[in-house]
């Protein structure tokens, strides 16, 4: 890939992260922040967005389930700070059905948006996380 696809796809991942964030707190996506997200997205890296993002939700559940399987000390996923739990419901998703993505890059990618949208020790806790699902489902 060049440069510039790299910059695209980067892009459309971290829409697709808002994209899930934002789906975290209604459990519904009206379309508006999805069209807009499309809008300036340059034409190669949009089926990226529409189908990732389609598919995270359609496991969005199985994900969270997964995830408090690995995290101590929370009860329900409500305790958990929502941006660390939107970008672990998205690598979730990459580690559970994207087998071609190699592990090292899901959790990079993952550990740059909980330093990006996360608390001060998002990319610690989401690291540790991360790091035991993938052990175990990879």
Known sequence: MDPKEVAALRQAREYVYKL?????????????TKEMFLEVL?????????????????????????????????????RLNRADLAVMVYACYE???????????VIKEALELAKEYGG??????????????ARDIR
Do not use: W
């Not at 899930?20 to 508006?32: I, W």
């Not at 995830?67 to 000390?73: D, E, N, P, S």
């Not at 580690?95 to 890059?105: E, G, M, Q």
């Open 20 to 32: 899930v964030f934002e789906y975290s707190f209604r459990k519904e996506s009206d379309g508006r």
């Open 42 to 78: 340059p034409e190669e890296s949009r089926p990226y967005l529409v189908n990732t993002f389609d598919q995270v939700i359609a496991h969005y559940d199985e994900m969270v389930e997964l995830i408090m399987r690995y995290v101590k000390g929370y009860s329900s996923p409500d």
């Open 95 to 105: 580690l559970s059905f994207r087998k071609d993505i190699p592990t090292a890059v």
């Open 120 to 133: 001060e020790k998002s990319s610690k806790f989401v690291n540790g996380v991360l790091g035991a699902i």
